[in-house]
């Protein structure tokens, strides 16, 4: 945008009315810095300077954050368009008077707040408790920084109505966020603890812009219950018998023996993914120094997401040194994972893409049946809810076989409709359900009967009836566990990746994106796309171009596309819901046959990644992305 074409008189008032209103002297200052140096007409003031500072207050009102079913995310600043006390005072009023709209008969509406180590977490974490106290509502805040399992984790254990974390989970440092959950009798008992969804962002949001200047509304000194250690000791408690084995010294010995490089990349799940590992029985764990206490600069990294390049660089260093088996890695709100292992052939690390762990993870879970019939169901927690009671015990420390459970929802697989199509197969090999979702695990959490959830963005849930999100530490314990298995038989996870082809084919997944400066261009791009769809792909006729928008197989609408060609070549094109990116997911099939020998399915994996490049140039040239 041209600065020239900014109107100061008009957008000054506006500028004026929110410095008045801001409760925060920071970024009050910050914001009369800028509308000085906007104002500047001195010769010795540089016109980049004033053109910056008009540009860059333009930006900052150019709106309200936008509330959605991702909650609040964005950039740390004052003004209406950043992550400030302001915004999110506002917000937790908005999201307090929703919660008093839709449980009117409710005495003791409960709500617990968490935060990782972000910059100005605090302050918005004890910003909501002080809003949400004065409003009347039984405030829970975990008064210490936590990782996104552990928030989720204590809504379902205290029955609470909602929760907010504050994080902004693997964005860049500059950048912080807050997720709303819903609990109690807002939504179904399988769904509780789960992230808001339509039309719960709508009304959240209609709420917040009901809301009036900051610095009006009542916040209460104090109130509220402070939750500390016993959060994450209950949740650790819950996860004992996860994936505990039979408990034989056999056992013992093989976790004992499997090295395990791990880090947490500067954020919050370090104390907590070390004590479940070695509650699990995994003794020798060498984590990443540089990268093993929350610092929210995140200085050894440029992004603080082990999916980007160079994030995991210390740990692969670490691991050579080490001659460990595996690296594991969180992000910095601990509900993502990451593992790499040694290739049994090179003896080299690599790194798993999401759709390979998701994989193993299925394929762990269905196939072991105790496991599975334990996960199924959460019959506890559907009786307290049947009931109607408003805060019931812990479920920590009542016996699940103490309530007389309601008939079971079938057990069920789920994924996104962006993950890969194995999962299916997985499920299916097992006689289980499984189900597609649209991205994010805001829905894929809410399917019934869900013993395990994935999708392809390193996000996996392993044990829905601890915690119904993503959780990067459980399933941290349970990648542990089946590397430590494979390891006593000389396998790797790569190799079980080849049995998995064996069994049902090999699924190769990639993606290709491109990052927009106009959010507008994605939309053309995609409409584009939707209205001339490809004939073929890498040489196989389209034979399925599906409108996400029109409800795809029954889904709720979403913007993107879908391509499926003759030969089960499959093609998601999507707009990131997070960032102005525009997200393409790859899949191609390659038959294989049970008996095939390690050379032949090394054979077809690089003829498959072969197909991949292709067709992610063709892609990126029907794109224009280019």
Same mark, same amino acid.
């Given at each position: ?20 209103? #801001? ?98 977490? %605090? ?22 920084? %936590? ?137 020798? %764990? ?239 791009? %995609? ?21 996400? #928008? ?77």
């Amino acid at each position: 945008m041209d600065p020239h074409d900014i109107d100061l008189n008009e957008l000054e008032p506006r500028v004026l009315d929110w410095i008045n209103a #801001d409760p925060d002297p920071k970024t009050a200052a910050e914001l009369t810095d800028l509308l000085a140096r906007a104002n500047c007409d001195a010769p010795d003031m540089a016109t980049g300077s004033r053109d910056e500072a008009l540009l860059e207050l333009h930006d900052r009102f150019a709106g309200f954050l936008e509330f959605g079913t991702a909650g609040l995310r964005g950039t740390l600043g004052g003004g209406p368009n950043r992550m400030n006390r302001a915004v999110v005072i506002k917000a937790a009023a908005g999201l307090g008077d929703y919660l008093s709209e839709q449980l009117r008969e409710v005495e003791d509406i409960g709500v617990v707040i968490g935060y990782d180590a972000r910059h100005r977490c %605090v302050d918005f974490a004890r910003d909501t408790a002080a809003v949400l106290t004065a409003q009347g509502k039984k405030v829970f805040l975990i008064d210490s920084p %936590v990782s996104t399992p552990i928030l989720a984790y204590a809504i379902r254990d205290l029955a609470a109505e909602a929760g907010v974390m504050v994080t902004a989970s693997h964005n860049p440092p500059q950048d912080n966020g807050y997720k709303v959950y819903l609990g109690g009798r807002l939504t179904a008992p399988e769904a509780t603890g789960v992230q808001i969804v339509s039309p719960a962002d709508s009304e959240i949001a209609a709420a917040i812009a009901k809301i009036g200047p900051a610095r009006q509304v009542t916040r209460a000194e104090s109130g509220w219950q402070v939750l500390g250690p016993e959060v994450a000791t209950a949740y650790l408690a819950s996860l004992k018998d996860l994936d505990a084995g039979p408990g034989t010294q056999q056992v013992a010995d093989q976790r004992a023996g499997l090295r395990i490089v791990y880090t947490p990349l500067h954020g919050v799940g370090g104390t907590l993914a070390q004590a479940a590992l070695t509650q699990a029985g995994f003794l020798d %764990v060498h984590v990443v120094a540089q990268q093993e206490h929350p610092d929210p600069d995140f200085p050894t990294v440029i992004f603080p997401n082990p999916e980007e390049p160079g994030a995991m660089d210390l740990a692969l260093g670490l691991a050579e040194e080490v001659a460990a088996d595996i690296i594991i890695a969180n992000d910095p709100d601990a509900d993502r994972c990451a593992v790499a292992a040694r290739d049994s052939e090179t003896g080299e690390f690599r790194m798993l893409e999401g759709d390979e762990v998701g994989a193993l993870l299925a394929e762990r879970i269905a196939g072991d049946a105790l496991l599975a019939e334990r996960i199924a169901g959460d019959a506890l927690l559907a009786k307290r809810f049947a009931e109607g009671a408003s805060v019931p015990p812990q479920s920590a420390s009542v016996p699940a076989e103490s309530a007389s459970a309601p008939p079971k929802t079938p057990p069920a697989l789920a994924s996104s409709v962006v993950s890969s199509r194995l999962i299916e197969k997985i499920a299916a090999a097992h006689g289980l359900r499984h189900e597609v979702t649209l991205t994010g695990f805001k829905w894929i959490s809410r399917v019934p009967g869900l013993i395990f959830g994935y999708e392809e963005a390193l996000g996996y849930c392993v044990a829905p009836e601890v915690v119904r999100d993503k959780d990067g530490i459980s399933a941290a314990v349970l990648l542990a566990g089946l590397a430590a298995e494979l390891k006593e038989t000389g396998a790797s996870l790569f190799d079980a990746l080849d049995d998995l082809a064996r069994m049902h084919d090999l699924y190769a997944t990639d993606q290709l994106s491109a990052r927009f400066v106009d959010r507008g261009a994605i939309t053309a791009t %995609v409409d584009q796309l939707l209205l001339e769809p490809p004939k073929t792909l890498v040489g196989s006729r389209v034979v399925e171009a599906e409108n996400l #928008d029109a409800g795809f197989r029954g889904l709720p609408p979403t913007a993107g596309m879908w391509l499926r060609t003759e030969d089960d070549t499959r093609v998601v094109v999507r707009p990131s819901g997070t960032e102005p990116k525009l997200k393409c997911y790859l899949e191609v099939v390659a038959g294989l046959t049970p008996e095939a020998s390690s050379a032949e399915v090394k054979r077809v994996r690089q003829q498959a990644g072969e197909r991949l490049a292709q067709l992610k140039n063709e892609l990126a040239e029907l794109l224009g992305l280019r």
